[in-house]
T-cell receptor
Framework: DAGVIQSPRHEVTEMGQEVTLRCKPI?????LFWYRQTMMRGLELLIY????????DSGMPEDRFSAKMPNASFSTLKIQPSEPRDSAVYFC???????????FGPGTRLTVT | GIQVEQSPPDLILQEGANSTLRCNFS?????LQWFHQNPWGQLINLFY???GTKQNGRLSATTVATERYSLLYISSSQTTDSGVYFC???????????FGTGTRLTVIP
């Protein structure tokens, strides 16, 4: 079975540009999570969805960040406008109801110059 | 909020040695998971273990919820065990995982 798929794997952009990160969860998983990993703050939960509905977005750092899940097999995390402090690795994870283990994608390494 | 402390922060082992990693948490939890982040950055779920003991090959984990700690045992370590081991907990349910700062393990041949 395919795991969580993320694209792109690497993204380099200039400050002020819009960035869109993409995630395809494991088929049949109805929970989807977006995390960010930095040296300073470690791994942080940004937002999670259940059945395509955003449940908790309290970890989203500010209004420049937005996330959507238009269907069960696709989610996006958008940063507009991007800033150098957004540089990080962004992970997507998913799990199925009834089991608590979360499965992570390979991550997207974002560099904002 | 809940505090999660992992020890030791760094560990260097000779291949074949055994090790114990510890995770202390400051409040009761109903979800605890151990992850391994390999040198390429991939996060792999090792155990979901809010209480009790589980084993998977050379790895095993024990959580004593009443005393607020969990242990990850690695036996006969291999170079492929290198990476960072994270403990993550959630107080409210299954979704708001809070990660510790990790233990960086280096296994040398």
């Amino acid at each position: 079975d395919a795991g969580v798929i993320q694209s792109p794997r690497h993204e380099v952009t200039e400050m002020g540009q819009e960035v869109t990160l993409r995630c395809k969860p494991i088929s049949g998983h109805d929970y989807l999570f977006w995390y960010r990993q930095t040296m300073m703050r470690g791994l942080e939960l940004l937002i999670y969805f259940n059945n395509n509905v955003p449940i908790d977005d309290s970890g989203m750092p500010e209004d420049r960040f937005s996330a959507k899940m238009p269907n069960a097999s696709f989610s996006t995390l958008k940063i507009q406008p991007s800033e150098p402090r957004d540089s990080a690795v962004y992970f997507c994870a998913s799990r199925t109801s009834g089991r608590y283990e979360q499965y992570f994608g390979p991550g997207t390494r974002l560099t904002v110059t | 909020g809940i505090q999660v402390e992992q020890s030791p922060p760094d560990l260097i082992l000779q291949e074949g040695a055994n090790s114990t990693l510890r995770c202390n948490f400051s409040d009761s939890v109903n979800n605890l998971q151990w992850f391994h982040q390999n040198p390429w950055g991939q996060l792999i779920n090792l155990f979901y273990i809010p209480s009790g003991t589980k084993q998977n090959g050379r790895l095993s984990a024990t959580t004593v919820a009443t005393e607020r700690y969990s242990l990850l045992y690695i036996s006969s370590s291999q170079t492929t065990d290198s990476g960072v081991y994270f403990c993550a907990v959630d107080q409210t349910g299954a979704n708001n995982l809070f990660f510790g700062t990790g233990t960086r393990l280096t296994v040398i041949p």
